[in-house]
């Protein structure tokens, strides 16, 4: 299924809003935390995740009082400032606490902004118990999107990434089969305009001062090679139910325009705002409402051109990559993802360069043998095949 349709009557809200914050330190979670504290009578944190940063679990949960905690890496059981946890707080420890915090009574919302893969175990639990699902983690999708949007009924997926929320907010209302494409905006990142014989040389250091948005170091280095881009071409893809190709990547350098659908008619219906996460996160949370916004708005009457180009896929293989990947299908995007991560990883740890992030990405798809996704399980293997695949290729660069 996709979640093209404007189920705004079927969708049911619980005030305020019971959340569960998966990834509370990173990025989006603290963005999230913002919209918790401006609108406490709309959002009650009930249950938050974090990876390792027990330091961080701690201080959300004071401040929110919060009732239910995780921490996936379990050799962090022993970290003394968890017992600063609120009174009768209940805490549990590794991957499957993560998930089990997704199936909780007193959880309405899941919003998954974990980084990688492991945010698919909480994204199916979400799904299987009926909760709403506000994905972050666009890996999820990529990886197992084929499985994950068949779990999901009308009216209880609302994605959290700006240009999918953006395509969302243009559809509501609009019928199916007038959609004609999506315009899936792009920053270009920090290199827009760079030869490959350029990208060669670039450092991590220069490939982390994105332009305009403030993220996580992983996402970041996505959003420098394209990766980012092409990720979100198949997660839109599942979501709204649309063939890669009618999925068209736009470099728009300002990042006002957040992405845009065009219709059988040629109308062209766009989201427009202010480069700021929040308003995205919040309209998750708030659909079909609307909320006041801890973001600045924009002034259009003093804002500077907007512009449009085509990506260079030539120069940024890793796009054109994942466009493949997409329209192969399978256990083809997992391969790639989780290839991805580990070039990416290695990338910042100085461990490879560059371009070299797209050349393990092309070997290990090269090496998969692509099979129908069949189980969550496949999904794991696959993942785990893939990573030892790419981590052999860079140590062959040492």
Same mark, same amino acid.
């Given at each position: 299924?996709?979640?093209?349709?404007?189920?705004?009557?079927?969708?049911?809200?619980?005030?305020?809003?019971?959340?569960?914050?998966?990834?509370?330190?990173?990025?989006?979670?603290?963005?999230?935390?913002?919209?918790?504290?401006?609108? @406490?009578?709309? %959002?009650?944190?009930?249950?938050?995740?974090? =990876?390792?940063?027990?330091?961080? &679990? #701690?201080?959300?949960? $004071? /401040?929110?009082?919060?009732?239910?905690?995780?921490?996936?890496?379990?050799?962090?059981?022993?970290?003394?400032?968890?017992?600063?946890?609120?009174?009768?707080?209940?805490?549990?420890?590794?991957?499957?606490?993560?998930?089990?915090?997704?199936?909780?009574?007193?959880?309405?919302?899941?919003?998954?902004?974990?980084?990688?893969?492991?945010?698919?175990?909480?994204?199916?639990?979400?799904?299987?118990?009926?909760?709403?699902?506000?994905?972050?983690?666009?890996?999820?999708?990529?990886?197992?999107?084929?499985?994950?949007?068949?779990?999901?009924? @009308?009216?209880? %997926?609302?994605?959290?990434?700006?240009?999918? =929320?953006?395509?969302?907010?243009? &559809? #509501?209302?609009?019928? $199916? /089969?007038?959609?004609?494409?999506?315009?899936?905006?792009?920053?270009?990142?920090?290199?827009?305009?760079?030869?490959?014989?350029?990208?060669?040389?670039?450092?991590?250091?220069?490939?982390?001062?994105?332009?305009?948005?403030?993220?996580?170091?992983?996402?970041?280095?996505?959003?420098?090679?394209?990766?980012?881009?092409?990720?979100?071409?198949?997660?839109?893809?599942?979501?709204?139910?649309?063939?890669?190709?009618?999925?068209?990547?736009?470099?728009?350098?300002?990042?006002?325009?957040?992405?845009?659908?065009?219709?059988?008619?040629?109308?062209?219906?766009?989201?427009?705002?202010?480069?700021?996460?929040?308003?995205?996160?919040?309209?998750? &949370?708030?659909?079909?409402? $609307?909320?006041?916004?801890?973001?600045?708005?924009?002034?259009?009457?003093?804002?500077?051109?907007?512009?449009?180009?085509?990506?260079?896929?030539?120069?940024?293989?890793?796009?054109?990559?994942?466009?493949?990947?997409?329209?192969?299908?399978?256990?083809?995007?997992?391969?790639?993802?989780?290839?991805?991560?580990?070039?990416?990883?290695?990338?910042?740890?100085?461990?490879?360069?560059?371009?070299?992030?797209?050349?393990?990405?092309?070997?290990?798809?090269?090496?998969?043998?692509?099979?129908?996704?069949?189980?969550?399980?496949?999904?794991?293997?696959?993942?785990?095949?893939?990573?030892?695949?790419?981590?052999?290729?860079?140590?062959?660069?040492?």
């Amino acid at each position: 299924m996709s979640i093209f349709e404007d189920t705004s009557s079927s969708l049911e809200r619980r005030r305020p809003t019971r959340l569960a914050l998966l990834g509370c330190t990173g990025s989006i979670g603290t963005q999230t935390l913002d919209i918790c504290r401006m609108h @406490p009578d709309k %959002v009650e944190l009930t249950a938050i995740a974090v =990876n390792s940063s027990c330091k961080g &679990l #701690v201080e959300v949960a $004071r /401040e929110f009082d919060v009732p239910h905690v995780a921490v996936a890496d379990e050799t962090h059981k022993d970290d003394p400032i968890l017992e600063e946890l609120p009174e009768g707080c209940d805490l549990g420890f590794g991957q499957d606490a993560v998930t089990r915090l997704a199936s909780l009574p007193d959880v309405d919302c899941v919003l998954v902004a974990v980084v990688g893969e492991a945010g698919i175990w909480a994204s199916a639990e979400a799904l299987r118990c009926g909760k709403v699902w506000a994905p972050a983690n666009k890996e999820a999708l990529v990886i197992g999107g084929d499985l994950l949007m068949p779990m999901a009924k @009308p009216g209880r %997926v609302l994605p959290v990434d700006s240009e999918h =929320n953006a395509i969302y907010q243009c &559809l #509501v209302g609009e019928r $199916r /089969e007038d959609l004609s494409k999506i315009w899936l905006t792009c920053s270009g990142g920090p290199f827009f305009g760079s030869p490959r014989k350029q990208l060669e040389k670039v450092t991590a250091a220069q490939a982390l001062a994105h332009p305009t948005w403030k993220m996580g170091s992983k996402i970041t280095i996505d959003c420098a090679t394209l990766m980012n881009k092409g990720l979100e071409v198949i997660e839109a893809h599942h979501l709204f139910g649309v063939p890669i190709d009618d999925i068209n990547v736009l470099v728009h350098r300002q990042s006002k325009v957040h992405s845009a659908v065009e219709f059988s008619d040629g109308s062209v219906k766009a989201q427009l705002g202010p480069s700021d996460m929040r308003i995205a996160i919040q309209y998750a &949370l708030s659909y079909p409402e $609307r909320w006041e916004s801890p973001a600045t708005h924009v002034d259009w009457r003093s804002s500077e051109p907007l512009t449009f180009a085509a990506p260079d896929v030539e120069s940024f293989r890793c796009l054109s990559l994942a466009l493949e990947a997409g329209r192969t299908g399978g256990t083809l995007p997992c391969a790639m993802n989780a290839a991805n991560e580990v070039a990416n990883e290695a990338f910042r740890n100085a461990a490879c360069g560059f371009c070299d992030i797209d050349r393990i990405v092309e070997r290990v798809m090269e090496m998969t043998e692509v099979e129908p996704l069949s189980s969550f399980e496949q999904i794991a293997e696959v993942d785990a095949l893939s990573r030892s695949r790419a981590r052999a290729l860079v140590s062959e660069l040492a």
